[in-house]
């Protein structure tokens, strides 16, 4: 009798979890279990996980910031007790992949007469700035989520408030109850589902640990790749959750080396814009807006959609530009080729992890440098410009009609031989692969800074001494200062004249089919080769914005001239593509923008020399008159562009024919077919190709 209920049992079809059935049942081999033990033990080699001492304090962190919101109000000490806010962590912190040293994201529920304006922004944050234990308090009210950032005993909180409809919040209060969302504003519920969120992908995954132990890996794997970061257009902690998530639903038995295989194998074939979703997208007789591209428009331009699973659904990574999402597909097809080379053991683990080589793989760079007269300053002013770096990223794209690309680096640098603080952000440039170029066309984007410049002088806490410079680096020209100790360079190839397809790799320079990593394949270093016709008189095309002249900040604090960074004298007027040569020579094709103009031909209108180099601004002056007269695009080309784009918007969420999918598990004798269909609001909900094999 035991053994035929054990048999009826096995035959019980297995829980399904999201929205469509599993690619694959197939449970570990042997051999994943061995790789899987290999992988985690490199993880706790890499120092992902934190110390038990490290957990305990942070514990007390969290017990010290309870009751700080009430108890100074005034309110009668019945009330106080009673309505004590109760504080809920969220982000990685909730999940369980926090590592030493992580941010504690927190939430602060409190009743409904503790508002977040008056009480959290200024009697809470005053209490907090008399607390010898806080440092590093910053306010962040106008942001989309408000939030609360300081130091607390030396570990980072960012801290959240929400106050729900009701005088007593309870401390076994269910945040994630659709109740919490009676009657509160649309800032309190994007402030709340950070919780509710956590909440739901560890409900909707198979097996929380090995979701844990994938999550960890790929975090691990985007910082070292340079693809982890949501304020830069890239993916944060979230979604990178969300996407293991899926995956974790789509291989619902497989251990941690199976996922991360599968995690590259499934998304370098999914078929953006179509969204990820780990559950089907309802309505709610609350009325909270839920991601819609068929209701509303804005919707409609998001490029890699990854929508919550906690009502209201929102696209968690609206942030994604074209740009980024090119530069995270070309690394996820890099992983997807190393873990087919430790399948068969021909890699390991630490082969995953290798660093991005981010200053090998473009010729041109775009370099920010933030500067304050102190430590305090930079913070607050690096956090003004960091958060605003996309628009300079997603601005360059529409000025230049996505002929010009950006590859934004999360990363920040440091010079050491300053006296005043600093730090320095950079972009990586390169034609639109592909993109017919006409003979000696440009890209001229000084228009572009200028309108950047003019967004970073809104800055409303804006001190003396905060100043910031943009300017055009070749990659010879990359300071020393961004590599580490002991670093040499690649010393670059003296030879111009190679054929002009005797390297097909060459041609993509830091796409999926070329990567930077194999710099002894790099065969066009030469910086200047564009330049060897200079008395070649030839008229050339321009893509050239047309923008209301801005003015700059007071006192010359914001600068597009390169003085104070070492790069070209002429900031971004040498932000064009193309010289009379570009055409005939043999790296016409290559990822470059080395007809960039340099010397002092064509110097940014109203050029300001950084504040620290205020002895070359006469020279930077000099250098106008000089200037290039850039031709406007028509009128026509905008009309094609505009029809395009329009046309373009309407296949959103059309799910197009693609790859098959690797076989995966070869015990799957027929394939399984991902289909599309739609949630209550009609929203599509596959991304993957038409057919899969399992």
Not at 203 to 208: D, E, M, S
Request: net charge negative.
């Amino acid at each position: 009798m035991a053994g035929s209920n054990a048999a009826a049992a096995s035959e019980q079809p297995q829980k399904q979890y999201g929205i469509t059935k599993p690619i694959s049942l197939a449970e570990p081999a042997e051999v994943d279990l061995q790789k899987t033990a290999e992988l985690e033990k490199f993880l706790i080699e890499a120092g992902l996980y934190e110390s038990t001492e490290e957990s305990a304090r942070r514990e007390e962190v969290l017990g010290e910031l309870d009751k700080q919101l009430t108890s100074q109000r005034g309110y009668t000490d019945q009330m106080v007790e009673e309505a004590n806010a109760v504080l809920f962590t969220f982000g990685s912190y909730r999940l369980g992949v926090h590592g030493p040293g992580a941010d504690i994201d927190t939430l602060c529920v409190g009743p409904s007469y503790v508002n977040r304006e008056e009480d959290f922004f200024i009697v809470l944050h005053d209490i907090l700035a008399q607390t010898d234990e806080v440092t590093e308090l910053q306010p962040v009210p106008d942001a989309h989520v408000p939030v609360m950032k300081f130091k607390f005993h030396g570990i980072s909180i960012d801290l959240l408030y929400a106050s729900v409809s009701l005088l007593v919040v309870p401390p076994d209060l269910d945040i994630s109850q659709g109740s919490v969302l009676y009657d509160v504003d649309e800032v309190t519920v994007r402030s709340l589902n950070g919780c509710r969120v956590a909440d739901q992908i560890l409900r909707l995954v198979p097996n929380v640990e090995n979701f844990r132990t994938t999550l960890r890996c790929m975090k691990f794997w985007a910082k070292k790749r340079g693809v982890y970061s949501n304020v830069t257009g890239f993916l944060g902690g979230v979604n990178w959750a969300l996407l293991v998530a899926r995956v974790c639903q789509l291989y619902p038995n497989a251990v941690p080396s199976m996922l991360v295989s599968r995690f590259f194998r499934v998304f370098t074939q999914w078929q953006w814009p179509n969204p990820v979703m780990l559950c089907a997208i309802e309505e709610d007789e609350l009325g909270f807006p839920v991601w819609d591209p068929r209701k509303y428009h804005r919707d409609r331009s998001h490029h890699m959609p990854i929508i919550t699973p906690a009502y209201p659904c929102m696209n968690s990574s609206y942030n994604v530009s074209t740009s980024t999402l090119r530069v995270m597909m070309e690394q996820f097809q890099f992983g997807n080729k190393i873990c087919q080379e430790i399948d068969i053991s021909k890699a390991n683990w630490s082969a995953l992890f290798e660093p991005f080589q981010f200053f090998e793989a473009y010729k041109n760079y775009l370099q920010v440098d933030i500067i304050a007269e102190d430590g305090e300053d930079l913070r607050l002013w690096k956090g003004w410009v960091e958060s605003r770096l996309r628009q300079l990223t997603l601005k360059i794209e529409r000025d230049t009609y996505g002929m010009l690309q950006c590859h934004p680096y999360p990363h920040e640098y440091a010079d050491p031989s300053r006296q005043c603080a600093h730090c320095a952000f950079f972009m990586g440039l390169s034609r639109k692969e592909g993109a017919k170029i006409q003979e000696g066309q440009q890209f001229d984007i000084r228009g572009t800074v200028d309108e950047f410049r003019h967004d970073i002088s809104m800055y409303g806490y804006w001190r003396p001494g905060m100043e910031l410079a943009v300017s055009h680096v070749r990659r010879k020209q990359i300071p020393s200062y961004v590599f580490p100790e002991g670093y040499k360079r690649p010393r670059p190839s003296r030879h111009i004249n190679h054929p002009q397809q005797s390297n097909k790799n060459d041609v993509e320079d830091g796409t999926a089919n070329r990567s930077p990593d194999a710099q002894p394949k790099r065969k066009h270093d030469t910086a200047g080769v564009f330049d060897s016709e200079p008395g070649r008189s030839v008229k050339r095309a321009s893509i050239s914005p047309v923008h209301q002249k801005t003015s700059s900040p007071p006192s010359g604090n914001i600068a597009d001239a390169s003085g104070a960074s070492g790069g070209s004298p002429v900031s971004l007027a040498n932000g064009n593509l193309g010289q009379a040569n570009c055409l005939n020579s043999p790296l016409a094709s290559e990822k470059s923008l080395d007809s960039v103009t340099s010397g002092s031909k064509c110097v940014a209108v109203e050029a300001v020399c950084p504040g620290d180099a205020t002895t070359e601004r006469d020279n930077c002056g000099s250098n106008m008159k000089n200037c290039t007269t850039t031709v406007a695009v028509s009128l026509k080309r905008v009309a094609e562009k505009v029809v395009s784009e329009l046309v373009g918007s309407e296949s959103l969420g059309g799910n197009k024919s693609g790859e098959l999918l690797e076989r995966a598990e070869k015990d799957m004798g027929s394939a399984l077919v991902e289909n599309v269909h739609f949630g209550g609001n009609g929203v599509v909900q596959s991304g993957l190709p038409e057919e899969l094999e399992g």
